[in-house]
């Protein structure tokens, strides 16, 4: 097996500069968004959301690249992440532009639109690698579960949006593919946690710090698609998203090849 012989104490110091980043920025949030209002700092955090997200597609890339891209489930999977999260850059890299110069081309939707997928397709490679899909083909009728929630999560959300179950499908919009997406991403991971007999083993910790970056991101589509829908400042969106590419990016992380040979 090959070996790893990356410092121990370079992960413990990108790890503790992750957590400086996060609890800088959720505090400061806190603080300018409800004791001390500017309005200028809406614009540092969307600009810090772009950068983080960045960061996080580097990282996550790297990682993958250490995992030997397509020779394993989990490089694959972090490769797909990485992608996820690259697109999350330029999707709001482009919407704080949009913003600035009121353009009406809204090119950051091609680019939004794009990051449930390449998380889906992380997601399906982790279950790859811990046999989900084995436990599922002994116990096939378990499928009809994660289907059934998918099916009420979807009107619950479609009814709080719009007061109406059946609106959404003859006036659909690019908020409803967000929630959509998200929908089908929290379904994924709850399907993951409930037919994965053994999670991950030593990564178990990392993977569910992962889920959670999902998960954060699932209430966070739905929270924008509502304030959207209501045009209600959509700032509490923001953080959720913060809070779930941070999540992804310390989960991401936490999936050390190195500790293969320890």
Do not use: C
């Not at 500017?38 to 997200?53: K, N, R, T, V």
């Not at 890339?61 to 999260?85: C, D, M, P, Q, V």
């Not at 639109?113 to 690698?129: C, K, V």
């Not at 409803?176 to 991971?189: M, Q």
């Amino acid at each position: 097996m090959k070996k790893f012989n990356k410092p121990q104490n370079l992960n413990k110091n990108f790890e503790n500069l992750i957590k400086s980043i996060f609890f800088t920025l959720i505090f400061s949030w806190i603080f300018f968004n409800y004791i001390y209002k500017i309005e200028i700092y809406s614009d540092f955090f969307a600009i810090a959301l772009a950068l983080f997200s960045l960061f996080g597609a580097i990282f996550s890339f790297n990682r993958a690249k250490e995992w030997g891209f397509h020779k394993s489930y989990i490089g694959l999977s972090l490769l797909f992440i990485s992608l996820g999260l690259l697109m999350w850059f330029f999707g709001q890299t482009f919407y704080f532009l949009d913003s600035k110069i009121e353009s009406k081309l809204e090119i950051y939707e091609f680019f939004f639109i794009f990051i449930d997928p390449f998380y889906l397709l992380g997601l399906y490679y982790i279950a790859r690698s811990i046999g989900t899909f084995n436990y599922l083909k002994s116990n096939f009728s378990l499928v009809l579960l994660p289907i059934l929630v998918f099916i009420i999560n979807f009107l619950i959300v479609s009814y709080a949006n719009r007061g109406d179950f059946l609106e959404i499908f003859y006036n659909l919009n690019i908020e409803d593919v967000y929630i959509f997406g998200s929908i089908v991403l929290a379904t994924f991971v709850i399907s993951i946690l409930l037919f994965s007999r053994k999670l991950g083993g030593i990564y178990k910790r990392a993977l569910y710090i992962l889920f959670f970056g999902i998960l954060f991101q699932y209430f966070g589509d739905n929270l924008y698609a509502y304030f959207e829908l209501q045009n209600l400042n959509g700032s509490l969106a923001d953080l959720l998203f913060f809070i779930s590419i941070s999540l992804v990016t310390y989960g991401v992380q936490k999936l050390d090849p190195i500790k293969l040979n320890e």
